[in-house]
């Protein structure tokens, strides 16, 4: 499995930004996606997933100003991002993983997207 992420860039504050990631090679429909970030000296963390279902989960952080979504048919994920704050910078990297009622496990990352918030 191939994850390709794309969208990163600098942005002012209060700005959008519009990741995407496709995922190719042989990917199990049950599949969670989703993105994770992490900021220079500091852990990955989550920011945001969709199940195959279509059920989302966000950091506390962004909610209300990230929206993922994701098309089953094309194995894409989108990370819309908006009133993007300097706090908000961070490579962010797209994820494929098991779900969780899965007895298979496996977990996928993709190469990682710079985006920059400039106050």
């Known amino acids: 499995v191939q994850l390709q992420a794309s969208g990163g860039g600098l942005v002012q504050a209060g700005g959008s930004l519009r990741l995407f990631c496709a995922a190719s090679g042989s990917i199990i429909s049950s599949s969670t996606m989703g993105w994770y970030r992490q900021a220079p000296g500091k852990q990955r963390e989550l920011v945001a997933s969709v199940t195959s279902g279509g059920t989302a989960n966000y950091a506390d952080s962004v909610e209300g100003r990230f929206t993922i979504g994701r098309d089953a048919s094309r194995n894409t994920v989108t990370l819309q991002m908006d009133s993007l704050k300097p706090e908000d910078t961070a490579v962010y990297y797209c994820?494929?993983?098991?779900?969780?009622?899965?007895?298979?496990?496996?977990?996928?990352w993709g190469q990682g997207t710079l985006v920059t918030v400039s106050s």
């Open positions: 994820n494929l993983k098991n779900a969780r009622w899965s007895s298979q496990r496996y977990n996928y």
